[in-house]
């Protein structure tokens, strides 16, 4: 999937489009964070989760406690 990053004028129209008006000196501030959490996923889309199973599938209250590590 290509990656394209959002620039601040984008922000301010996506953030006016959502009803959460920016001001103007946090447009490049918010365009920067948002890049950095996308790349962040981008990252965890590509992880092979494999086999593992789904959170619905895990029982907390089967675990056996003792003390060795």
């Known amino acids: 999937m ?3 990053e959002l620039t601040p004028p984008e922000v301010a129209r996506w953030a006016a ?3 959460l008006p920016l001001p103007d000196d ?3 501030a918010v365009a920067t964070t948002a890049n950095h959490i996308h ?3 981008a ?3 590509e992880l092979d989760f494999g086999d593992t199973p789904p959170a619905g599938a ?3 209250g089967k675990e ?3 003390a060795s590590v």
Do not use: E, M, N, T
């Open 64 to 66: 056996k406690h003792d």
């Open 58 to 60: 895990y029982r907390a």
């Open 26 to 28: 946090r447009h490049a």
């Open 17 to 19: 489009r959502a009803g």
């Open 2 to 4: 290509p990656s394209v």
């Open 43 to 45: 990252v965890l889309r």
């Open 39 to 41: 790349s962040v996923v």
